[in-house]
């Protein structure tokens, strides 16, 4: 035989062999998931009628595998005091191993097991859990942090909340990512993050700036006013943006003042906050923003002058005859969106001669651009204002 | 001659090795980041991150030409995205069918003057309008300017949140891609700066998307549909995971492309001079990234995003696939600068020469290989049962990734049947003989078309439909509530 045919043989037999392995190891992994589902929901099934003939949930739980308490306790849909029961339940029956799991891990797959540990521990309302919680925040991997974060975040009580502050504070995880879980908590934590204010770290003076803006309080609304000239412009935007959320009587001055700052995204926030406090006597200073040399503040100026609705309209018509083309077009669009447009259409086809309609149309079509102009003809034609249709034709060109 | 022959058959062996454990290599880590992520899911509080005002808006936007039959089925799968905040822009790229009636009619489209951005060039728009019905949806109709990447650039121009995700207009989305993609984003904003997933096939991807993974066929009854498969599978799953974690991700899908869009707007958006917009836009970005100094990660995720349609014919096959060639052609000589170049990490000393090696020389080593094989059997180097044993270890060498691809995909997602996973794993050894001959071909008539220049997009025909527009097909706006429910 071929010496060359029979190691390649021999290759060959070998790679069938290989995949014959692998391919035998997919199908029984898959068929041994679906046996573990079926026997975790019949496990549920057998739960719930224990339930449904008014067991309570410990006597309902006692008697299933630890697998299928896990799975109970892990189960996002699980209402919460089963999954607690569950997690008790299991911590009684083996708290050393999961103790010693929830408090460090060797390799990666241990990492995993660890934050289950945690997460069963936390839900047992177990004592071990926050200086655990505490020391996993403290973590090198960024995965065990997020975990940490996360189960902190489904917890309720203040101390939680300090540690997640503390993270925050530290930069121990994404910041946003910290930020989600305390901007949902469900108490108050104005007395954490206070002290923030004042750190001096800007990126924490921000997010205590941005938390803040959940509680309407005059005290913690006189402490965030102090930011408004804070050196960091991330941190002014947030204020404002909180000041505003929380509609202080200080936001309004705030933002008007904020309306010159030197840094761009200051101003756009500025520009919404006016808009959320629905302030219609600082439409003017609104339009002075349409101006600006950035997209993003005409932008914002615009959607703020639009939140404030038809009101604006005497405020904004005189700035048609701006000699900046930004500005014009701005108040165009802003009469557009405001509805102002397709109103004085709706009034010309009702009546073709009403002169006042028809100079405030022109001043608007032909100093506004032809974006506004173009798009308020193909409106009037598809709403079949024929008699409109044919005016505003001969009035944009 | 002999030794010749002899010789070019052992090079050509030495190549298919070569690139045989290089992929193994990169199955490894796929396998490895596979598990890191399905784990990392399990730890994610989803109901806080979808919830909370601090998860990054998106800009959505839907590229469309000639795309009156999918189009909406695109656009009811992106609004019924699990997601705290985003903006659909719609760009009607000058279609010459009934594309923008659709939408008018289906979106309740009014014209609207919009002032927006130009901050890349593009065809001139010719009316913008939005949506009465969904208050977050624009339209952008504009010329045709014969690219996708123009009409990308045009949705840049009216994007205002600070990413921006590119999709297809005939691709229909899962519930979850966006959320699941954003998790990563949003846990690193300063590195992560592009992003996409895994991306699957089906003849009518509109019957499988959104639905209950326990309810939906999770692959095609047709041969060359499971074929398309399993190519995407080892695609996404073997090797564009394995890449993502060594940091080397050198083609983000333009059917699912998330990109920070400070990044793109850098770069100067989408260029139209490729025939395809999506490899060249991710090979410059990291060009540009590394050239800079600046820390990125441009990632892939294992999780399901999108469905796309398969070609069900040989021929559309063959024109789809020798674009592909003729455009990582394009961009592999167009960046030939970055080839075993320090200056550019791994991306220039490992992907690309790697990318050279496997996607650049594969036709030419593929056709020496079986030429020299046949020629050494008619001129007695080696017997035929040499070339028989040969023929089989590599069509087992496939199937053996294809298998290790299927278990991927099913950990990831368990969306598979147990028939569905014996149906793939059994066509894994029939792959070599069944279906690359129609990809050497596609191939070879890529690169004769890269070797003359010649640029365009023939989109392939629709496979047929017992009915030609169904926007509620398959529940499509409820969708989002199916699959959280599953």
Known sequence: ?397 | MHAVVFWGTLVCLGYMLAVFGSSALVLIVSSLDNAIRSRETLAENFDVLVSSRFTPPVSVIIPAYNEEGMVMLTIRSVLAFDYAEFEVIVVDDGSTDGTFEVLQRELDLEPFGYYERRIVECAPVVGVYRSRRYEHVKVIQKQNGGTKADASNCGLNYARFRYVLLLDGDTLYEPDALLNSMRLAASDPQRVIGLTGHISVASHPETTIGARAQDREAIDATLLSNFQHLEYLRSFLNTRLGWSRLGFMMCVSGAFSLWRRDVVEEVGGWSTEFSCEDIELTFRVHEYMRRNGRPYRILSIPEMVARTEAPGRIRALVSQRARWQRVTLETLWSYRRMIGNPRYGFAGLVAIPLMVLSEGLGLVFELLGLGTLALGIALGVFSWQTYVVFLVSMAFGLAVLTSAAVLMEDISTRAYRLRHIARLIALGPLELVAYRPILMWARFRGTVAFLRSEKGWDKFDRNERSLPFQPDVAGLSSAGDASRAA
């Not at chain 1, 600082?282 to 923003?289: E, F, G, I, K, N």
């Open chain 1, 1 to 397: 035989m071929n010496p060359w045919l029979s190691s390649y043989t021999v290759a060959l037999g070998a790679l069938v062999l290989v995949w014959v392995g692998v391919s035998a190891y997919v199908i029984l992994t898959r068929a041994l998931f679906d046996l573990k589902g079926l026997s975790f929901h019949t496990a549920r099934r057998v739960l719930d009628r224990r339930l449904a003939r008014g067991a309570s949930v410990p006597e309902a739980l006692a008697g299933l595998p630890r697998r299928t308490l896990a799975g109970i306790a892990a189960d996002a849909s699980t209402p919460r005091p089963i999954a607690e029961a569950a997690a008790r339940r299991l911590l009684e029956r083996r708290r050393g191993r999961i103790v010693n799991q929830a408090r460090s891990h060797r390799s990666d797959t241990d990492k995993w097991r660890r934050l289950a540990a945690l997460r069963i521990l936390s839900l047992a309302g177990s004592s071990i859990a926050k200086p655990e919680l505490a020391r996993a925040l403290r973590d090198s991997d960024p995965d065990v942090v997020g975990g940490a974060v996360s189960i902190l975040g489904s917890r309720s009580d203040l101390e939680s909340a300090a540690m997640l502050v503390d993270a925050l504070r530290e930069g121990r995880y994404a910041r946003s990512r910290i930020a989600a879980h305390l901007d949902a908590f469900p108490r108050p934590l104005t007395d954490l993050l206070r002290p923030l204010l004042e750190d001096p770290d800007p990126a924490n003076r921000q997010w205590a700036a941005t938390l803040l803006g959940r509680y309407p309080d005059p005290e913690t609304e006189l402490e965030l006013a102090t930011l408004i000239v804070d050196d960091d412009p991330q941190v002014r935007a947030s204020t404002l943006k909180s000041l505003a959320r929380t509609k202080s009587r200080l936001a309004g001055p705030a933002a008007v003042a904020a309306l010159a700052d030197p840094v761009w995204f200051v101003r756009v926030h500025a520009a919404r906050a006016l808009g959320r406090l629905g302030q219609v006597d600082r439409a003017s200073d609104l339009v002075t923003l349409l101006a600006d040399e950035q997209w993003w503040v005409r932008t914002a100026a615009k959607e703020s002058l639009q939140e404030l609705g038809t009101d604006v309209a005497p405020a904004v018509l005189p700035a048609l005859r701006s000699d900046d083309r930004f500005v014009r077009d701005g108040v165009a669009e802003v009469l557009q969106n405001i509805g102002f447009v397709d109103e004085l259409i709706r009034r010309l086809e009702h009546a073709p001669h009403d002169e006042l309609a028809l100079r405030v149309l022109r001043s608007i079509f032909q100093n506004g651009g032809a974006a506004v102009a173009g798009a308020a003809v193909k409106r009037s034609a598809a709403a079949g204002a024929s008699r409109a249709a044919t005016l505003l034709d001969g009035l944009g060109q």
